[in-house]
Every structure is written in C-alpha cells, then in structure tokens.
C-alpha cells in the first residue's frame, strides 16, 4: 500500500467528521466513495462492520470508528467529551426517532416526525447553546474538534424541520454556530463530489 486510504459516504456525519479531521491535519489520502447498498469487497475485507468510515493508513492498519480517526489524525484533539458523548449517545437516540418516526413506531406514517424525541434532543442541546453564549465555538474562538466531532450530527436534526429550527427551536445560538460551519471552508472542502470508487480491473 502506498499511501492512506478513506472509504466514505458524503452524506454520513460520522464519515463527515473523519473528512473534517483528516483535512485539518493535512493528511492526504485517496478517497474512495462508496454505496452503503453496494459495498465494495475491499472495503469489508478490511472491516466486517459494513459501515464508513473506514481508514486504512499507509502502513495497514484498519481505524473503523470515526472518534478513533479524529484522535489519529489530530492526536492532541482537545475534545469536550461530556458534549461528544452526549450526540453520539442520547442525541442520535432521539434524532433517529424524530427524524424517521415511522421506523420506530408503528403508528407513525412515512415522513411524520416525533415531536417528543425533538423535545428530548433539545434539552440535551442546552449546555451547548449555554456554551455558545460566552465563545463562538464548542473549541473556543475557532472552529475545532469539538465542533468537528458534533455539528454533522446537528446539521441533520436541525434539517428535519428547517422553519422551526429557524425560528422556534429556542436555540439562537447554536443556529448561527452551526450556520458559521457550515458556511467554513473546511466543511466546504470535504464536502466536495467523488464518483463511486470502483477497484480497478
């Protein structure tokens, strides 16, 4: 193997918070885009798990969790981790279940959301807009890795409903933060298209 390599999704927040690390220290590796409904043999022969991000770093070793890539690449990451434990855990809880109602609840029609799980997730958001009212990021004066490691999984909750989080969520701070990074260059620069990758023949 001659260099590093990252099998990702575009639209996954935890490959969105690998990209994000991995662009930030400036390491440089090929990026291979995969179907979540077609996974590619190579990337399951190098983790069973069947699910992005996967890292494979020039000297073969296999990082498969997304947190685990962000310390590789940043190894003195100064992470909040009372915040990231808090959207990896109870907040993607709630978010699945607001965001896809139906997968959850039986009673529920494709497309309803639930209104007591956004509830939840809210309340879970308040030390991170308490946070935001003294510093204009969860790392400090800068975008860092705790904003890395949190805002992907936001920027889907706040997408559900894009009016109410405008204008009722009760969160004025977090929407201009999480506006600040998603308007970064760094977010734009991860953010960029790949065709799916395919091996060669």
């Given at each position: ?41 190579a990337m399951l022969e190098a983790s069973p798990k069947g699910s992005v991000p996967v ?10 969790q997304s947190l685990d890539i962000l310390r590789w690449a940043i190894p003195d990451a ?40 956004r509830a939840e997730a809210v309340e879970i958001l308040q030390p991170f807009e308490r ?71």
């Open positions: 193997m001659s260099g590093h390599i990252l099998y990702s999704f575009r639209r996954c927040p935890y490959a969105m918070r690998a990209r994000m690390a991995l662009y930030l220290a400036g390491t440089e590796y090929e990026h291979r885009e995969v179907s979540l409904r077609d996974k590619p043999e890292f494979m770093t020039s000297n073969e070793e296999v990082i498969d100064a992470l909040k981790m009372e915040f990231v434990a808090q959207i990896d855990g109870p907040f993607k809880h709630h978010l699945d279940r607001y965001k896809y109602a139906s997968r959850y609840d039986e009673t529920a029609k494709r497309g309803d959301v639930d209104l007591g799980h946070t935001l009212e003294i510093q204009t990021f969860l790392s400090g004066a800068d975008m860092g890795p705790t904003d890395i490691a949190t805002f992907p999984f936001i920027r889907q909750f706040a997408a559900v409903e894009p009016d109410w989080w405008a204008n009722e969520s009760g969160l004025p701070k977090m929407r201009d933060w999480l506006k600040n990074c998603i308007t970064s260059d760094l977010f734009k620069a991860i953010m960029e298209k790949y065709p799916l990758w395919s091996p060669p023949e």
